[in-house]
């Protein structure tokens, strides 16, 4: 969970305490028993900032309050705070079918963050075995896109159109004007992976062009 505040459009990352660091259903629940949404413009209480590293963008939760909904994001709000002319990192390292969606630990800047809101004029979304030619047919779903003239293909971690992808079944799925999240994990074995944990399709009055 992440998210970009409305004013300074600075990234936010609320992480809690546990082991983990990571946020309950329960830790985003408001007062009156409903839980964030996307797109929820949200008030969380925090203690303070705790970077790790490369996520530079962590704030520590203070979990004995409720978070406070404050409405509804427009898109023009959400357009207003994509990323303009951000890298998303080094490229021209894969793994796992997919492309540019690894990144050796020494080139990563720690000051650069590991979040991005990045607009795309289309993004497909390929639901599709796992790994078929490693017996692993679990079907998941990846998404293309191409942007700053790079091509990208990385797992897609947003449940709302992972789950519409693999109900329609194997297949690919274009999104035309979207507006996308793209992460950097934590270290594992000196690499990082980049992933989608959210992906925004805008209706068709809001499209840019």
């Given at each position: 969970m992440a998210g970009k505040r409305m004013g300074d459009k600075s990234w936010?990352?609320?992480?809690?305490?546990?082991?983990?660091?990571?946020?309950?259903?329960?830790?985003?629940?408001?007062?009156?028993?409903?839980?964030?949404?996307?797109?929820?413009?949200?008030?969380?209480?925090?203690?303070?900032?705790?970077?790790?590293g490369h996520q530079s963008e962590n704030v520590l939760i203070d979990d004995r309050f409720y978070w406070e909904n404050r409405g509804r994001a427009s898109w023009q709000e959400i357009l207003a705070l994509v990323d303009q002319n951000a890298d998303l990192w080094a490229n021209g390292f894969h793994a796992y079918y997919n492309k540019n969606n690894r990144v050796?630990?020494?080139?990563?800047?720690?000051?650069?963050?590991?979040?991005?809101?990045?607009?795309?004029?289309?993004?497909?979304?390929?639901?599709?075995?796992?790994?078929?030619?490693?017996?692993?047919?679990?079907?998941?779903?990846?998404?293309?896109?191409?942007?700053?003239?790079?091509?990208?293909?990385?797992?897609l971690t947003d449940p709302e159109h992972e789950a519409i992808c693999l109900k329609k079944g194997t297949g690919e799925y274009s999104l035309s004007s979207a507006v996308a999240c793209v992460s950097l994990t934590e270290t594992y074995e000196q690499k990082m992976a980049k992933f989608l944990p959210t992906n925004l399709s805008l209706p068709s009055s809001r499209r840019r062009g």
């Amino acid at each position: 969970m992440a998210g970009k505040r409305m004013g300074d459009k600075s990234w936010c990352r609320p992480v809690s305490n546990r082991p983990g660091r990571e946020i309950s259903e329960f830790d985003q629940r408001y007062p009156d028993g409903e839980t964030a949404k996307l797109l929820d413009v949200i008030s969380v209480p925090c203690i303070k900032k705790v970077p790790d590293g490369h996520q530079s963008e962590n704030v520590l939760i203070d979990d004995r309050f409720y978070w406070e909904n404050r409405g509804r994001a427009s898109w023009q709000e959400i357009l207003a705070l994509v990323d303009q002319n951000a890298d998303l990192w080094a490229n021209g390292f894969h793994a796992y079918y997919n492309k540019n969606n690894r990144v050796p630990k020494a080139y990563i800047d720690r000051d650069s963050g590991s979040l991005r809101l990045i607009y795309l004029e289309k993004i497909v979304l390929h639901a599709q075995p796992k790994a078929p030619e490693f017996g692993n047919m679990k079907p998941i779903v990846r998404a293309s896109f191409v942007y700053k003239n790079q091509e990208y293909r990385l797992d897609l971690t947003d449940p709302e159109h992972e789950a519409i992808c693999l109900k329609k079944g194997t297949g690919e799925y274009s999104l035309s004007s979207a507006v996308a999240c793209v992460s950097l994990t934590e270290t594992y074995e000196q690499k990082m992976a980049k992933f989608l944990p959210t992906n925004l399709s805008l209706p068709s009055s809001r499209r840019r062009g």
